[in-house]
Structures are given as C-alpha cells and as structure tokens.
C-alpha cells in the first residue's frame, strides 16, 4: 500500500514501563488469555476496515520483545498494514509527538491515538470515533459516569453532592485531524497534559464524547489482568471445524505433506502441490467460519494455482479467521496411508504448521495410521488426511456482526 492510501492510522502507544502488574517486563508484552496485551490491541486495529496502517511507538529497550510480539500475527495482515514501529521518549505526551513525527511523511488525513494497554478496543467503538472525527474536531471514546461520586472531608464524606450528570472517564482511543493534533503537540510540548484530547483542547480543537465499549479497560495492576481475562471468556465462544481430502498417487519422486517433502516412489496427483494434509486442515479452518472449502476461494479450474503451495491456501483461511478477531487455539491432523512413514517426519511437519498459523507447537498435532491394507489407501493407491480445528471468536453482539 502506497504513503498516499494511508489516510488513516492508528497510532499505538507501547513505550512505558509498566511494572506495577507484577511481570517481569512490560505489561504491553504480558500474556493474556494466550497472547501478549500488545498483539491483542494491535489485532482490533489491523482487522479493522476503516483503519489503512498500524504504527507503533516503543520502548528502545523493548525491540526484541516487539518483534516476538507480532510475530505471530497474520503475516498477510502485518504486511499491508503494520509500519515500523519508532522509539518514544521519557513520557506519554513525548512519545505520541515522537510517533506522530514518524508517521507524519505519510500524510494521513485522520490519526487515531490508543494506549496499547487496552486489548479490549471494539471495533463498533473504533468505527464511532472514525466517524466523529472530521477536519474541524476530533473524538474520544469514554465512558459516562454511573457511580455516585464522594468528596472526601478527613477520613469522611463531606456533605457536599456532586453531580455525574456531565462526567465521564476518558479512555482511548482519540482520534483527530491528523495536521491539527500534530501541531497541537509540536506547540506544547513543553507542557505537560493529561491525555491527547486535552492537548487538542488547549489550542482550541473541540474534542467529541463518544461512549465507548466499558470493557475496554486499561491494564494496570495484576488483578486487572485477571478481569480481563474473565471479560475475554465472557465475550468469546469457541468454534470446530472438520475437514476431509484425498488424492491420489501418480508419477513422482516425492510427496508434500504437512509442508514437508519427503522422498518417495511415487508422487501426489493435484492441481496444486497436493499437500493433502494441508488441504484437509484448511477446509477444517474454514469450516469453524462457515466459509466454504478451499475449492471455493481456489477454484482447481483456475490456471492460476496450478503447482501453488498449499500453504497459501492455509493461509488465507488463516486471515480470514484473524479478521473476524477469532483466535485459532489447537488443530489436529490424521494422516491416513501405508507408506510413506510418517513418524519420522511429524516433529518437521508440527514445525511447519506452527510458523504458517503463527500457533505454538504445542497446540499441534499430527498423527498417522493405516487401514490394515483396506481400501484404497491400504493398496496404496494415494492418501487421505482429517483434520480437526478449534478456535474462539468473539460472541454475537460484541462485535458489528455475527459472521460465522
């Protein structure tokens, strides 16, 4: 994607240190329910149709940790949307100006600044703030007031009430006309500021309230991870999908399964590299989305994938899950045939499959077994694999659409 197609980024905010959730680094790159805060944050914006680039603004110290943070996410979403992340400076207010001079040769139209220790961004909120923001204002999300508010007189309440009517809690993420709120920083920064929106208050840039999803929670302390948690469980359900493929033995001295060639007599008929494991484990991947079968994106008809790896059709069946927000947790692969041996290739194939899904190993499984010599695989006339998926989406409700 060119410079002039980014009209809007989001700009994410990852340089502090955050020690207080009782981890070891960061909190940003902290595990949670799986997967670091940071990766969690980054998915919601580069899923999201509206949002043309992700920039990310970290710590020096942090670029090993950055770097094994992202990657794991969909190499087809990172490549198109994420940017190289910049180093931010002593303060939050210093490093959004930091990153939003980094992103300035881009040009974009719209800017939106969000605190990376908040995983649990909706896209309806993102959407909402998108829409609020035009050249003469800029939006923030944020949360109206509920609970009754109490001044403190000693170690007592003082008598006097004070009105929720017109409080909220401001949250993030703001967004802005991308020159103003770039001016606003570079005229004060050498003043100190709460938060973004009030920056673009001080040089007179109106900031719209805009009620944002409450479970968006910053994440500070250790026990707000475990609310988090509980949050993700809560808005989440899981999702299998089953998946069967054939295909026969032909001329050849190799076969690919899994990813991995293995020498052989003979070699697998199909259109493609007929990685029949793999095929198998996409139409799984694609069934816990209701998305049809690999047939229906890669029509065999189509010259265009003859002789093409099947891990491009894993892939794509891949994003297509990340960009519905799901989250794949453990796939499982049978491979049925009398030869070749399996076992010495299946620690190779788990391998593979974890650097196509982006998954550990440990949530990878790959069997093998025959038929007894029945049926077409016992006389070893070609090879048949099952496969297994599971993953957890996002509820109904919680998100714009129920897509499954």
């Not at 959004?96 to 719209?110: C, E, M, N, S, T």
């Not at 967004?175 to 100190?192: D, G, V």
């Not at 808005?235 to 190799?254: I, K, L, N, Q, W």
């Not at 059709?313 to 519905?324: C, G, K, L, S, V």
């Amino acid at each position: 994607m060119s410079a002039s197609k980014h009209h809007i980024i989001a700009l994410l905010v990852a340089a502090g240190r955050g020690f207080r959730a009782g981890f070891d680094g960061p909190k940003q790159y902290a595990q949670l329910a799986g997967e670091t805060v940071l990766a969690r944050s980054l998915r919601a914006f580069l899923a999201h149709g509206e949002v043309d680039a992700v920039s990310v603004v970290i710590h020096e110290d942090d670029r090993d940790l950055y770097t094994e943070a992202v990657a794991h996410l969909p190499t087809k979403m990172t490549k198109k949307r994420l940017l190289a992340p910049t180093i931010g400076g002593a303060t939050r207010q210093e490093s959004v100006r930091l990153g939003l001079d980094h992103i300035a040769h881009f040009q974009p139209k719209k800017v939106l600044i969000h605190d990376a220790a908040r995983p649990l961004v909706s896209a309806q909120t993102i959407s909402a703030i998108i829409a609020e923001t035009s050249k003469k204002q800029g939006a923030m999300a944020a949360i109206p007031v509920a609970d009754s508010l109490k001044e403190e007189d000693g170690s007592y309440c003082s008598q006097k009430d004070i009105s929720r009517d017109k409080l909220w809690r401001a949250s993030t993420p703001q967004s802005f006309p991308f020159a103003a709120i770039l001016a606003a920083h570079r005229a004060k920064a050498a003043e100190s500021f709460t938060d973004d929106a009030a920056i673009a208050s001080a040089v007179g840039l109106p900031v719209k309230l805009v009620s944002g999803n409450p479970e968006n929670i910053k994440i500070t302390l250790k026990e707000d991870f475990a609310m988090a948690e509980k949050l993700l469980a809560a808005s989440s359900e899981a999702r299998m999908g089953h998946g069967y493929d054939v295909h026969a033995f032909g001329p050849g001295d190799r076969v690919t399964l899994c990813g991995v060639t293995i020498p052989h007599e003979r070699g697998l008929i199909g259109h493609s590299d007929a990685d029949v494991a793999l095929h198998a484990l996409t139409d799984a991947l694609l069934g816990t989305i209701g998305a049809g079968d690999i047939g229906s994106h890669f029509p065999p008809s189509d010259p265009k994938w003859k002789g093409a790896p099947s891990q491009l059709f894993m892939e794509n069946a891949r994003d297509r899950i990340a960009a519905m927000g799901g989250r794949i947790i453990h796939v499982d692969v049978t491979i049925i045939c009398e030869m070749p041996k399996i076992g010495p290739h299946r620690e190779a194939m788990r391998a593979r499959i974890s650097e196509m899904l982006g998954i550990s190993v440990g949530r990878i499984s790959v069997k093998a077994t025959t038929t007894e010599g029945l049926g077409f695989t016992g006389r070893k006339e070609g090879i048949a694999a099952m496969a297994t998926a599971n993953i957890t989406l996002p509820a109904p409700g919680l998100n714009d659409a129920d897509e499954g």
